[in-house]
């Protein structure tokens, strides 16, 4: 193989490695930002229900959702936005909330994001 052949080859490597480090960056980034939203609507409904708490459920294994509307509505939190700027689905988006023992609730977030195609994985 000559020389010139040698470096094309390193240098497209090269390439290729730093191509898959930024999009990994890039990743890694968008998921945290989506992570913190998701940990905003968590506090919002926690206040919720401080304010609700009728509405959380009553037995131990029950669970109960609110909309990520209905947290807007009340002024609990303001408008989701992706991370390109545009809002994200109030109405498919919520926080469940679980009865797990007697005086603790699970709570967790379910965000939706359409125009660009987030959406919370299980176990997130």
Same mark, same amino acid.
């Given at each position: 193989m000559s020389k010139k052949v040698t470096i094309i080859i390193i240098f497209g490597l090269l390439i290729i490695i730093v191509l898959y480090s930024v999009s990994r960056l890039i990743s890694s980034n968008k998921l945290e930002y989506y992570n913190k939203l998701e940990k905003d609507m968590i506090k919002a409904s926690k206040d919720y229900f401080l304010d609700y708490n009728n509405y959380l459920p009553k037995e131990i294994d029950h669970n109960t959702r609110v909309l990520l509307s209905a947290l807007v509505i009340e002024? %609990?939190?303001e408008k989701i936005k992706d991370i390109n700027n545009n809002?994200?689905?109030i109405t498919k988006s %919520? /926080?469940? /909330?679980e009865k797990i023992s007697d005086k603790e609730y699970l709570y967790k977030?379910?965000?939706v994001c359409d125009k660009d195609n987030y959406e919370t994985k299980d176990g997130e």
């Open positions: 002024e %609990y939190i809002d994200c689905n %919520y /926080v469940e /909330v977030a379910h965000l």
